[in-house]
């Protein structure tokens, strides 16, 4: 394994996910203030849909910067596959925003917005891990 390659691909890919979760942070926010819905089963879907869009930037960014992939005519197959790792990342995180969100009261003085946060940090923190490794391993692997 050429672990310089591999570093320079985690490092883009983090560089990407930051966008990513700026992406997916900014726009859950201004759903939740939209809607006024910051816990509870509706955030299921208020997660569902930012984390959507942060993964449609992702695999485009992913392809060509991260992993280098400038076509081998198997877009659709990898699009599927990155749509399946990308799914599970989905429930990993969507699950930890609801669970951190509704089953376990704010703390620190932070107010229900702001826990709604906390519950996203550790969201992306756990699905960005299974997210490099079924991209690197399933999608782009050379």
């Given at each position: 394994m050429n672990y310089s390659l591999v570093t320079g691909q985690f490092i883009r890919f983090a560089i990407i996910g930051?966008?990513?979760t700026a992406i997916d942070f900014a726009l859950l926010n201004l759903l939740s203030w939209a809607t006024g819905i910051y816990?509870?089963?509706?955030?299921i879907l208020l997660n569902t849909i930012s984390f959507s869009?942060?993964?449609?930037?992702?695999?485009?960014?992913?392809k060509r910067w991260a992993?280098?992939?400038?076509?081998s005519g198997e877009g659709g197959r990898k699009f599927t596959l990155f749509l399946a790792v990308s799914i599970v990342g989905a429930v990993i995180n969507t699950a930890v925003v609801r669970v951190v969100s509704?089953?376990?009261d704010p703390m620190f003085g932070l107010s229900?917005?702001?826990w709604l946060n906390?519950?996203?940090?550790l969201a992306t923190g756990l699905s960005l891990v299974w997210n490099f490794i079924g991209y690197k391993i399933l999608v782009f692997k050379k």
């Open positions: 930051g966008l990513n816990e509870g089963n509706w955030i869009v942060a993964v449609i930037n992702s695999y485009i960014l992913n992993f280098g992939d400038q076509g509704t089953n376990i229900q917005e702001l906390v519950g996203k940090v």
